[in-house]
């Protein structure tokens, strides 16, 4: 992957982007609202022991305004499902709800989505990441998303490792809604650990080596106050 650039280019605002939260006052008895004042933080790069990969964290890639939008477009707007997945030989309930977006088949754990059409927000999204990490127009072909209604839900350690993604897969992990710890752990050495609290609006950027040698989870926290979290996983599937 080449270097990030500082200079986020922001996806276009499209017509429901610019119409107003739900709930909230018309233009005629407000004043114009505060601008968000922290609109972009420059990425964080970390490179992994030993040459065993390369994360990038945006924490701040939308600011909260346009997170706040995707959250309630996403929500309404994907095909939510839970899925029967196979697990260590048995077949279990995926726990949480799942979509997905891609012009290929993509098959994990004993799962086999797509292809379908694309929604054009998350078009929007992927072009937008496409262009931060300088990579070539539609080289994200497929996308699954996650959402999480409770902390009761989950994923559990696991790494995106198919041979269909290739052996340095770039993946672009944006999340919405609730923040959520995020942690890594070292497939060789346990002892290496690395732990993420996955903000409103941030992307984290998994390349290099990261899924042959690292396995990610997003563990269960107490349900209690908790909003629904919802994560798009950018992928380029070659076969
Ligand atoms: O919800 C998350 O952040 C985890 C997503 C993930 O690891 C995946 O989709 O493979
Ligand atoms: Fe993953």
New binding site residues.
């Given amino acids: 992957m080449s270097k990030p650039s500082r200079k986020l280019s922001q996806p276009n605002i499209t017509a429901w982007l610019n119409k107003k939260p739900r709930g909230s006052p018309s233009a005629a008895t407000t004043n114009t609202p505060e601008p968000d004042p922290v609109v972009i933080k420059p990425p964080e790069i970390r490179e992994l022991q030993g040459g065993t990969g390369t994360l990038t964290y945006y924490p701040r890639y939308f600011t909260k305004e346009q997170a706040d939008r995707y959250l309630e477009y996403l929500e309404e707007n994907l095909e939510w499902k839970r899925y029967p997945i196979k697990m260590f030989g048995k077949v279990v309930q995926q726990p949480?709800t799942i979509a997905y977006i891609g012009d290929k088949q993509y098959t994990?754990s004993g799962l086999t989505l797509g292809p379908t059409a694309w929604d054009p927000v998350v078009k929007e999204i992927a072009n937008s990441l496409e262009d931060t990490l300088e990579l070539p127009r539609d080289y994200f072909n497929f996308v699954?998303c996650?959402r999480?209604t409770s902390g009761a839900e989950y994923?559990g350690y696991?790494s995106?490792n198919e041979s269909s993604l290739g052996e340095r897969p770039i993946?672009a992990?944006t999340?919405f809604g609730q923040a959520?710890p995020?942690f890594f752990q070292h497939k060789l050495d346990k002892s290496l650990k690395i732990e993420y609290h996955?903000e409103h609006g941030s992307t984290?950027v998994m390349s290099g080596l990261t899924q042959k040698y690292w396995k990610?989870?997003?563990p269960k926290r107490p349900s209690a106050l908790y909003q629904t979290?919802i994560?798009l996983?950018f992928r380029k599937v070659f076969h």
């Fill in positions: 949480r994990y699954l996650n999480y994923m696991h995106d993946i992990s999340s959520r995020f996955l984290l990610h989870a997003l979290r994560n996983t």
